[in-house]
T-cell receptor, first 116, second 112 residues
Framework: ETGVTQTPRHLVMGMTNKKSLKCEQH?????MYWYKQSAKKPLELMFV???????ENNSVPSRFSPECPNSSHLFLHLHTLQPEDSALYLC???????????????FGEGSRLTVL | AQTVTQSQPEMSVQEAETVTLSCTYDTSESDYYLFWYKQPPSRQMILVIRQEAYKQQNATENRFSVNFQKAAKSFSLKISDSQLGDAAMYFC?????????FGTGTSLTVIP
Protein backbone atom coordinates (compact mmCIF):
# COMPACT_ATOMS: atom_id res chain seq x y z
CA GLU A 1 0.00 0.00 0.00
CA THR A 2 1.66 3.23 -1.16
CA GLY A 3 -0.97 5.69 0.09
CA VAL A 4 -2.45 6.32 -3.36
CA THR A 5 -5.87 4.86 -4.06
CA GLN A 6 -7.53 4.59 -7.45
CA THR A 7 -11.13 3.75 -8.31
CA PRO A 8 -12.51 1.94 -10.12
CA ARG A 9 -9.94 -0.79 -10.59
CA HIS A 10 -11.64 -1.97 -13.77
CA LEU A 11 -13.88 -0.08 -16.17
CA VAL A 12 -15.53 -1.15 -19.40
CA MET A 13 -17.20 1.55 -21.44
CA GLY A 14 -18.63 2.16 -24.85
CA MET A 15 -17.33 4.87 -27.10
CA THR A 16 -20.27 7.14 -26.36
CA ASN A 17 -20.17 6.80 -22.57
CA LYS A 18 -18.97 9.36 -20.06
CA LYS A 19 -17.09 8.04 -17.06
CA SER A 20 -14.52 9.25 -14.56
CA LEU A 21 -11.47 7.80 -12.88
CA LYS A 22 -10.69 8.88 -9.35
CA CYS A 23 -7.42 9.09 -7.47
CA GLU A 24 -6.85 9.97 -3.84
CA GLN A 25 -3.53 10.31 -2.05
CA HIS A 26 -3.07 10.20 1.72
CA UNK A 27 0.58 11.23 1.78
CA UNK A 28 0.33 14.98 2.01
CA UNK A 29 2.00 15.38 -1.37
CA UNK A 30 1.56 18.51 -3.45
CA UNK A 31 1.91 17.08 -6.96
CA MET A 32 -0.25 14.51 -8.74
CA TYR A 33 0.05 12.82 -12.11
CA TRP A 34 -1.91 10.76 -14.62
CA TYR A 35 0.04 8.21 -16.66
CA LYS A 36 -1.13 5.88 -19.40
CA GLN A 37 0.44 2.42 -19.43
CA SER A 38 0.15 0.33 -22.59
CA ALA A 39 1.84 -2.99 -23.26
CA LYS A 40 5.39 -2.76 -24.61
CA LYS A 41 5.41 1.04 -24.44
CA PRO A 42 6.97 3.43 -21.94
CA LEU A 43 4.66 5.06 -19.45
CA GLU A 44 3.13 8.10 -21.07
CA LEU A 45 2.71 11.18 -18.91
CA MET A 46 -0.71 12.69 -19.52
CA PHE A 47 -1.19 15.39 -16.90
CA VAL A 48 0.67 16.93 -14.00
CA UNK A 49 -0.84 19.02 -11.24
CA UNK A 50 1.43 20.89 -8.89
CA UNK A 51 -0.20 22.73 -6.00
CA UNK A 52 -3.54 22.09 -7.74
CA UNK A 53 -2.47 23.95 -10.89
CA UNK A 54 -2.08 22.03 -14.12
CA UNK A 55 1.45 22.43 -15.38
CA GLU A 56 1.64 20.03 -18.29
CA ASN A 57 -0.74 18.10 -20.51
CA ASN A 58 1.54 16.68 -23.18
CA SER A 59 -0.93 17.19 -26.01
CA VAL A 60 -3.43 14.67 -24.70
CA PRO A 61 -6.67 14.46 -26.75
CA SER A 62 -9.51 16.56 -25.39
CA ARG A 63 -11.61 13.45 -24.78
CA PHE A 64 -9.50 13.17 -21.60
CA SER A 65 -10.25 15.94 -19.12
CA PRO A 66 -8.44 16.16 -15.77
CA GLU A 67 -9.71 17.80 -12.63
CA CYS A 68 -7.83 18.46 -9.41
CA PRO A 69 -10.19 19.99 -6.82
CA ASN A 70 -7.58 19.85 -4.04
CA SER A 71 -4.11 18.48 -3.41
CA SER A 72 -5.45 15.09 -2.32
CA HIS A 73 -7.81 14.30 -5.16
CA LEU A 74 -7.40 13.91 -8.89
CA PHE A 75 -9.96 12.91 -11.49
CA LEU A 76 -9.74 11.92 -15.12
CA HIS A 77 -13.01 12.49 -16.96
CA LEU A 78 -13.50 10.31 -20.02
CA HIS A 79 -15.80 11.11 -22.95
CA THR A 80 -16.24 9.55 -26.40
CA LEU A 81 -13.11 7.43 -26.10
CA GLN A 82 -11.65 5.24 -28.81
CA PRO A 83 -10.70 1.55 -28.57
CA GLU A 84 -7.03 2.53 -28.70
CA ASP A 85 -7.52 4.35 -25.40
CA SER A 86 -7.83 0.98 -23.69
CA ALA A 87 -4.96 0.80 -21.22
CA LEU A 88 -3.99 0.90 -17.58
CA TYR A 89 -4.25 4.43 -16.22
CA LEU A 90 -1.95 5.10 -13.32
CA CYS A 91 -2.17 7.91 -10.84
CA UNK A 92 0.92 9.00 -8.94
CA UNK A 93 1.88 11.64 -6.42
CA UNK A 94 5.10 13.22 -5.28
CA UNK A 95 6.38 15.90 -2.98
CA UNK A 96 7.79 18.92 -4.72
CA UNK A 97 10.06 21.31 -2.92
CA UNK A 98 10.75 24.72 -4.38
CA UNK A 99 9.39 23.61 -7.72
CA UNK A 100 11.67 20.60 -7.94
CA UNK A 101 10.49 17.08 -7.33
CA UNK A 102 12.25 15.04 -4.69
CA UNK A 103 12.36 12.33 -7.28
CA UNK A 104 10.13 9.56 -6.02
CA UNK A 105 6.72 8.86 -7.47
CA UNK A 106 4.14 6.98 -5.42
CA PHE A 107 1.74 5.10 -7.65
CA GLY A 108 -1.78 3.79 -7.27
CA GLU A 109 -2.74 0.32 -8.44
CA GLY A 110 -4.21 1.69 -11.63
CA SER A 111 -7.56 1.65 -13.37
CA ARG A 112 -7.79 -0.90 -16.18
CA LEU A 113 -9.90 0.71 -18.90
CA THR A 114 -11.44 -1.19 -21.79
CA VAL A 115 -13.19 0.77 -24.53
CA LEU A 116 -15.54 -1.27 -26.69
CA ALA B 1 15.39 14.37 -26.08
CA GLN B 2 15.78 12.18 -23.08
CA THR B 3 15.07 8.50 -23.69
CA VAL B 4 15.34 5.39 -21.59
CA THR B 5 16.04 2.02 -23.20
CA GLN B 6 15.55 -1.38 -21.66
CA SER B 7 16.73 -3.91 -24.21
CA GLN B 8 15.54 -7.01 -22.35
CA PRO B 9 11.75 -7.41 -22.57
CA GLU B 10 11.92 -10.62 -20.53
CA MET B 11 14.40 -12.18 -18.16
CA SER B 12 14.34 -15.23 -15.93
CA VAL B 13 16.41 -16.27 -12.95
CA GLN B 14 16.62 -19.30 -10.74
CA GLU B 15 15.58 -18.73 -7.16
CA ALA B 16 18.57 -17.72 -4.99
CA GLU B 17 20.64 -16.77 -8.05
CA THR B 18 21.68 -13.33 -9.25
CA VAL B 19 20.25 -11.46 -12.22
CA THR B 20 21.15 -8.16 -13.86
CA LEU B 21 18.66 -5.97 -15.72
CA SER B 22 20.04 -3.49 -18.22
CA CYS B 23 19.11 0.12 -18.81
CA THR B 24 20.65 2.85 -20.91
CA TYR B 25 19.54 6.42 -21.23
CA ASP B 26 20.25 9.46 -23.28
CA THR B 27 20.60 12.95 -21.85
CA SER B 28 22.56 16.13 -22.21
CA GLU B 29 22.05 17.05 -18.57
CA SER B 30 24.77 16.66 -15.96
CA ASP B 31 22.51 16.56 -12.92
CA TYR B 32 19.65 14.08 -12.83
CA TYR B 33 18.20 11.08 -11.02
CA LEU B 34 17.81 7.48 -12.07
CA PHE B 35 15.37 4.97 -10.64
CA TRP B 36 14.30 1.38 -10.82
CA TYR B 37 10.62 0.76 -10.17
CA LYS B 38 9.01 -2.63 -9.62
CA GLN B 39 5.45 -3.46 -10.68
CA PRO B 40 4.22 -6.85 -9.40
CA PRO B 41 1.24 -8.38 -11.22
CA SER B 42 -1.93 -6.40 -10.44
CA ARG B 43 -0.14 -4.42 -7.75
CA GLN B 44 1.22 -0.97 -7.31
CA MET B 45 4.46 0.17 -8.83
CA ILE B 46 6.97 0.85 -6.10
CA LEU B 47 10.42 2.35 -5.99
CA VAL B 48 13.22 -0.19 -5.68
CA ILE B 49 16.30 1.98 -5.78
CA ARG B 50 17.39 5.48 -6.68
CA GLN B 51 20.69 6.95 -7.86
CA GLU B 52 21.70 10.60 -7.98
CA ALA B 53 23.92 11.33 -10.94
CA TYR B 54 26.37 13.48 -9.01
CA LYS B 55 27.12 10.60 -6.64
CA GLN B 56 29.80 8.24 -7.90
CA GLN B 57 29.02 5.55 -5.38
CA ASN B 58 26.56 2.95 -6.62
CA ALA B 59 23.31 2.81 -4.66
CA THR B 60 22.46 -0.33 -2.70
CA GLU B 61 19.24 -1.43 -1.00
CA ASN B 62 19.57 -4.83 0.64
CA ARG B 63 19.63 -7.40 -2.21
CA PHE B 64 19.30 -4.71 -4.88
CA SER B 65 22.24 -2.77 -6.20
CA VAL B 66 23.01 -0.73 -9.29
CA ASN B 67 25.96 -0.37 -11.59
CA PHE B 68 25.91 3.28 -12.60
CA GLN B 69 28.24 4.18 -15.44
CA LYS B 70 27.68 7.88 -16.06
CA ALA B 71 29.99 8.24 -19.03
CA ALA B 72 28.39 5.26 -20.74
CA LYS B 73 24.89 6.38 -19.63
CA SER B 74 24.23 2.94 -18.29
CA PHE B 75 22.25 2.05 -15.17
CA SER B 76 21.82 -1.67 -14.55
CA LEU B 77 20.05 -3.31 -11.64
CA LYS B 78 21.48 -6.36 -9.93
CA ILE B 79 19.22 -8.55 -7.82
CA SER B 80 21.08 -10.96 -5.58
CA ASP B 81 19.65 -14.06 -3.91
CA SER B 82 16.51 -13.80 -6.05
CA GLN B 83 13.23 -14.61 -4.35
CA LEU B 84 9.84 -15.59 -5.73
CA GLY B 85 8.49 -12.22 -4.64
CA ASP B 86 10.94 -10.50 -6.98
CA ALA B 87 8.87 -11.62 -9.99
CA ALA B 88 7.51 -8.45 -11.56
CA MET B 89 7.91 -5.87 -14.30
CA TYR B 90 10.90 -3.66 -13.67
CA PHE B 91 11.00 -0.16 -15.11
CA CYS B 92 14.05 2.00 -15.39
CA UNK B 93 13.32 5.71 -15.14
CA UNK B 94 15.18 8.98 -15.57
CA UNK B 95 14.29 12.29 -13.99
CA UNK B 96 15.85 15.55 -15.07
CA UNK B 97 14.39 19.03 -14.84
CA UNK B 98 11.23 17.63 -13.18
CA UNK B 99 10.59 15.45 -16.25
CA UNK B 100 10.22 11.71 -15.78
CA UNK B 101 11.01 9.27 -18.59
CA PHE B 102 10.37 5.56 -18.30
CA GLY B 103 11.67 2.59 -20.23
CA THR B 104 9.43 -0.11 -21.69
CA GLY B 105 10.08 -2.49 -18.83
CA THR B 106 11.64 -5.90 -18.25
CA SER B 107 9.45 -8.77 -17.13
CA LEU B 108 11.35 -10.86 -14.58
CA THR B 109 10.37 -14.45 -13.91
CA VAL B 110 11.78 -16.26 -10.89
CA ILE B 111 12.00 -20.02 -11.29
CA PRO B 112 11.58 -22.07 -8.10
Amino acid sequence: ETGVTQTPRHLVMGMTNKKSLKCEQHLGHNAMYWYKQSAKKPLELMFVYSLEERVENNSVPSRFSPECPNSSHLFLHLHTLQPEDSALYLCASSQEQGGASTGELFFGEGSRLTVL
Amino acid sequence: AQTVTQSQPEMSVQEAETVTLSCTYDTSESDYYLFWYKQPPSRQMILVIRQEAYKQQNATENRFSVNFQKAAKSFSLKISDSQLGDAAMYFCAYMGGNQFYFGTGTSLTVIP
